[in-house]
């Protein structure tokens, strides 16, 4: 069974930083691109962040662009993001996704979630 | 702001029929880039519902369905059940200035 296990969520300051986690089990984790998509309290879904199965390729949603950074360790199968300049907009619900194929490219969909971790960006 | 328009609620009584529209524009679905749907339950892992337009993966129930014409694309709900209360989201690829993987403004489905 695929599983994705986010953790690393809980109360930042503005300006401050943080770093998700999500540890995947089930498939072979290197052959597919890894994302994160985010749902801020009471508003829809925004997808964050992708790479690629190999970490070469990635994308970042523009308000996110040069504050988060997105990594991969194919031996621990993990998928990590990093979170700068924190910003109160950026409070969210934040979902690890397996993406269905392992580059990034234009047809992509989520085809597995995990249950998400929670970032409360406040003073 | 979404360029995925969907209506904010549908609604149906048990065993009806209620679909969801997700109105794009030429730059996403009209430029021919697939949309896909997901179902969002409080609590629970998000799922994906359909993909590639009209697919449904394995474990989805058959009364999950959806299509694409022009702009648009729908999912339809037949045989309504109180476990299918839940916000339902379509995604897509938008290629405009700024290319990016889009989602839907997404919809509550309430089951009366």
């Known amino acids: 069974e695929v599983q994705l296990l986010e953790s690393g969520g809980g109360l930042v300051q503005p300006g401050g930083s943080l770093r998700l986690s999500c540890a995947a089990s089930?498939?072979?984790?290197?052959?597919?691109?890894m994302s994160w998509v985010r749902q801020a309290p009471g508003k829809g879904l925004e997808w964050v962040s992708i790479?690629?199965?190999?970490?070469?390729?990635?994308y970042f949603e523009d308000t996110v662009k040069g504050r988060y950074t997105i990594s991969r360790d194919n031996s621990k199968n993990t998928v990590y993001l990093q979170m700068k300049r924190l910003r109160a907009e950026d409070t969210a619900v934040y979902y690890c996704?397996?993406?269905?194929?392992?580059?990034?490219?234009?047809?992509?969909?989520?085809?597995?979630w995990g249950k998400g971790t929670t970032v409360t960006v406040s003073s | 702001q979404s360029v995925l328009t969907q209506p904010p609620s549908v609604s149906g009584a048990p065993g009806q029929r209620v679909t969801i529209s997700c109105t794009g524009s030429s730059s996403n679905i009209g430029a021919g880039y697939d949309v896909h749907w997901y179902q969002l339950l409080p609590g629970t892992a998000p799922k994906l519902l359909i993909f590639r337009n009209s697919n449904r993966p394995s474990g989805v129930p058959d009364r999950f369905s959806g299509s694409k014409s022009g702009t648009s694309a729908s999912l339809a709900i037949t045989g309504l059940q109180a476990e299918d209360e839940a916000d339902y989201y379509c995604q897509s690829y938008d290629s405009s200035l700024s290319a990016s993987y889009v989602f839907g403004t997404g919809t509550t489905v309430t089951v009366l």
């Open positions: 996704a397996k993406v269905n194929d392992m580059v990034v490219v234009r047809g992509l969909w989520v085809d597995v």
């Open positions: 089930g498939f072979t984790f290197s052959n597919y691109a």
């Open positions: 790479i690629s199965g190999s970490g070469g390729s990635t």
